[in-house]
């Protein structure tokens, strides 16, 4: 069975930092697409960062910058390190994996059970 277990999220002043990280059990990391995806109220859910078979594949526009997606293939565990935060960075934000053509959240079989972040002063 595939766990994907978030941890990180808090709340933290705009130009801040925090890790995100999706322990994966069951699943290797290297394999298809893992990634990371947010979804804010009232929003669509929209990807954030990927890897695909464990290189780098996509960050959106948005992040770009500011925002590292890594993995730590012995821990079976991706990270995302967000930087230079901002309010409009404030979501839920999902660990997403098993996807093939990674593009759409629609493909991705797995999921984790989110992590809140929220950017404000």
């Known amino acids: 069975e595939v766990q994907l277990v978030e941890s990180g999220g808090g709340l933290v002043e705009p130009g801040g930092s925090l890790r995100l990280s999706c322990a994966a059990s069951?699943?290797?990391?290297?394999?298809?697409?893992i990634g990371w995806f947010r979804q804010a109220p009232g929003k669509e859910r929209e990807g954030v960062a990927r890897?695909?078979?464990?290189?780098?594949?996509f960050y959106a526009d948005s992040v770009k910058g500011r925002f590292t997606i890594s993995q730590d293939i012995a821990k079976s565990t991706v990270y995302l390190q967000m930087d230079s935060l901002k309010p409009e960075d404030t979501a839920m934000y999902y660990c997403?994996?098993?996807?093939?053509?990674?593009?759409?959240?629609?493909?991705?079989?797995?999921w984790g059970q989110g992590t809140q972040v929220t950017v404000s002063s």
């Open positions: 997403a994996a098993g996807s093939t053509t990674c593009a759409l959240w629609s493909e991705y079989p797995y």
């Open positions: 890897l695909r078979s464990g290189v780098f594949d």
């Open positions: 069951g699943y290797t990391p290297r394999r298809g697409c």
